[in-house]
């Protein structure tokens, strides 16, 4: 055995040459020789953190505290150890062994602020948020002007449904910080949720100024979406920014993947869809009947889901679908994109986008040749170091009549929404079990409330005035939109009473309570999407205002599909006319609900066989031109 000294001496050497690897190695040579010499575990501990190899760091400090508790040089150069594993893991997307970090961490060193936060961002990637909550009030209680744990903590009350919570902690966070761009973002889209409109035309400017203007911003682009004002090319811009400042490293890691090199060409062309809602989700009731109709003879069809499994109905005939169903949930976005790439996938097809729950990431590694946005994101995913994100986009001449608002290529197909024909649809009920009055004109609007902007909503009011025997039926998402409505109401001397809110039940409960509506009055500039063909399939006339962004398209499109175009209306003032004129009149509504009947008897939207041959044309021309 090399002499103890000399192996010090190597190892001072070593130090001294900037070489901690090589030093290391001749300090653990020793502490073979006297596994009990504490000061040893201490010098390669330093050293392991140094290296950055923190999980070997953190169990060199663990045996001095084990062997001697009161030591607490060694408790907090064991915390520091544990921290940079912690903050590793959250990197890489090991979120459990970031956790148990954290949580040993606090163990040790429970009055530190940041080691609570850092617990509670990931217990919130866990899926945890009432667990996120305790640890970021905690840390709040040992730091109360951290204004990037006021943010988070307005992220999970989010996600609790805590959204009067949530918005006053967004508020304090700007007041500690008003430069913090993200949680603008968020007090924006949480008060559109809650229909609170005050001062949130001056805040969406400045949201759009930023987005402009300060390109390390991140704005949520799918909250930007549904802000009033907001243009297409502003659309494009806040994608844009979101993946430069999320996914700038992603390039680097890639080319050392090797993901790009060439292979033998499979048999079956394989398409995997990406998606976080493969479960009780309105994704479900657009995809699954298309994904039942493919072509199995030309396709081998994958789905690589990320969310949760539900155990519900949907859940099993998604599963049923596919060909091959891999969760890929406890997989970081790496390990995911390795998963991808070694089962072949030709096309992956993302349909979550940058909706909640996104995993974007797995795709800006570019596992598959070819990879398409569609569906779950109504809009561009932007750029990436001058290359579009997503190499192609699914759409229609009527969501996407300007190619120059998309960072991808436009693929078109005739309506670019599939739709389930096997909705379930309940049994049928009485207005009165609805609370609508039996013979009044019912106006209803079933889109979430984050839809309704105050220039909508004043136009619906005015038909309520005009319309006197008429009431407004929409969906019940919050007790505070539902207050905040009843207040405008008020405010123009009309009865709260008649505002009627629907409660959030079962799908076929949903469905069949469309035939008690008249007149389905759509949202600008987000419009009704799956809520949309909802209403057409329950044959309820839908009547949409057209502005230039998808989102603000996609009922036109829908409404197009079923040939029914004098129910696509360009400006508000012509929306709320015929409105007018269909409530005043209905004889006019009665022919358009027999048109509407007939046209869908005839209408492909609700025959996804007829989708499926018309998709898989685009992925055969795509597999030719790889």
């Given at each position: 055995m090399q002499n103890v000294n000399q192996l010090l001496a190597n190892a001072q050497q070593a130090q001294q040459q900037g070489n901690p690897d090589l030093a290391l190695q001749h300090y653990q040579q020793v502490l073979l020789q006297y596994p009990n010499e504490l000061n040893l575990h201490i010098v390669c501990g330093n050293l392991c953190v140094e290296l950055q190899r923190f999980e070997e760091s953190a169990g060199y400090f663990r045996r001095i505290l084990s062997a001697s508790n009161k030591n607490n040089d060694a408790r907090n150069a064991l915390c520091f150890a544990?921290?940079?594993?912690?903050?590793?893991?959250?990197?890489?997307?090991r979120f459990a062994q970031a956790e148990a970090c954290f949580e040993e961490a606090t163990q040790h060193q429970p009055g530190n602020a940041v080691y609570w936060y850092n617990l509670g961002n990931a217990q919130r990637e866990l899926g945890k948020p009432q667990a996120a909550l305790t640890s970021f009030k905690k840390s709040l209680a040992l730091n109360p002007n951290d204004a990037d744990t006021y943010n988070n903590l307005g992220n999970v009350q989010r996600e609790l449904g805590q959204l009067d919570k949530a918005i006053a902690s967004y508020e304090k966070a700007l007041q500690l910080n008003s430069g913090l761009h993200h949680a603008l973002a968020h007090l924006v889209h949480q008060k559109q949720h809650v229909c609170d409109w005050a001062e949130l035309d001056?805040?969406?400017?400045?949201?759009?100024?930023?987005?402009?203007?300060?390109?390390?911003?991140?704005?949520?682009?799918?909250?930007?979406?549904?802000?009033?004002g907001t243009t297409a090319a502003e659309q494009k811009q806040c994608a844009s920014n979101w993946v430069k400042n999320c996914y700038s490293a992603l390039p680097a890691t890639?080319?050392?993947?090797?993901?790009?090199?060439?292979?033998?060409?499979?048999?079956?062309?394989?398409?995997?869809?990406?998606?976080?809602?493969?479960?009780?989700?309105?994704?479900?009731?657009?995809?699954?009947?298309?994904?039942?109709n493919h072509d199995r003879n030309q396709f081998e069809v994958a789905a690589y889901s990320y969310g949760q499994n539900d155990k519900t109905a949907t859940r099993r005939?998604?599963?049923?679908?596919?060909?091959?169903?891999?969760?890929i949930r406890n997989l970081n976005d790496l390990e995911a994109a390795k998963r991808i790439n070694q089962d072949q996938v030709d096309i992956l097809v993302d349909l979550t986008g940058f909706t909640q729950s996104s995993r974007t990431g797995i795709v800006a590694l570019k596992p598959a040749p070819i990879s398409i946005n569609w569906l779950g994101y109504p809009g561009t995913m932007g750029e990436l170091e001058?290359?579009?994100?997503?190499?192609?986009?699914?759409?229609?001449?009527?969501?996407?009549?300007?190619?120059?608002?998309?960072?991808?290529?436009?693929?078109?197909?005739?309506?670019?929404?599939p739709n389930d024909s096997k909705r379930p649809v309940g049994k049928l009920t009485t207005k009165t079990e609805h609370n609508l009055p039996e013979n009044a004109f019912v106006f209803c609007c079933f889109n979430q409330t984050f839809k309704i902007t105050a220039e909508v909503f004043a136009v619906w009011l005015r038909l309520l005035q005009q319309v006197p025997n008429s009431v407004l039926w929409l969906l019940e998402c919050n007790p505070w939109a539902k207050t905040n409505l009843w207040k405008e109401a008020e405010k123009v001397g009309i009865d709260k009473n008649r505002l009627i809110f629907a409660p959030r039940v079962a799908i076929a409960e949903h469905l069949v309570r469309h035939v008690h509506a008249d007149l389905f009055l759509d949202t600008l500039p987000y419009n009704a999407h799956t809520t949309a063909s909802d209403a057409l399939f329950m044959r309820l006339p839908l009547l949409t205002c057209a502005g230039e962004t998808f989102a603000s398209r996609v009922a036109a499109s829908l409404l197009r599909s079923?040939?029914?175009?004098?129910?696509?209306?360009?400006?508000?003032?012509?929306?709320?006319?015929?409105?007018?004129?269909?409530?005043?009149?209905?004889?006019?509504?009665?022919?358009?609900?027999?048109?509407?009947?007939?046209?869908?008897?005839?209408?492909?939207?609700?025959?996804?066989?007829l989708f499926a041959r018309e998709l898989e044309q685009h992925y055969l021309h795509l597999r030719q031109a790889m």
């Open positions: 544990l921290q940079g594993l912690g903050n590793q893991a959250h990197h890489h997307g001056t805040q969406i400017q400045q949201l759009r100024n930023l987005v402009k203007n300060v390109p390390n911003a991140q704005i949520s682009p799918f909250a930007f979406l549904a802000m009033p890639r080319s050392k993947l090797g993901f790009g090199k060439a292979r033998k060409p499979n048999k079956k062309i394989n398409i995997g869809y990406l998606s976080a809602d493969f479960r009780l989700h309105p994704l479900a009731y657009l995809i699954t009947e298309l994904i039942e005939r998604l599963e049923q679908a596919f060909v091959h169903f891999v969760d001058g290359r579009s994100l997503f190499d192609y986009i699914l759409a229609d001449k009527v969501t996407a009549p300007n190619a120059a608002d998309f960072s991808e290529q436009l693929l078109y197909l005739p309506c670019y929404q079923v040939n029914l175009p004098e129910l696509v209306t360009n400006s508000l003032l012509a929306y709320e006319q015929k409105a007018l004129d269909f409530a005043q009149y209905p004889e006019k509504l009665a022919q358009l609900k027999q048109k509407l009947c007939s046209e869908l008897e005839k209408s492909a939207l609700f025959n996804p066989a």
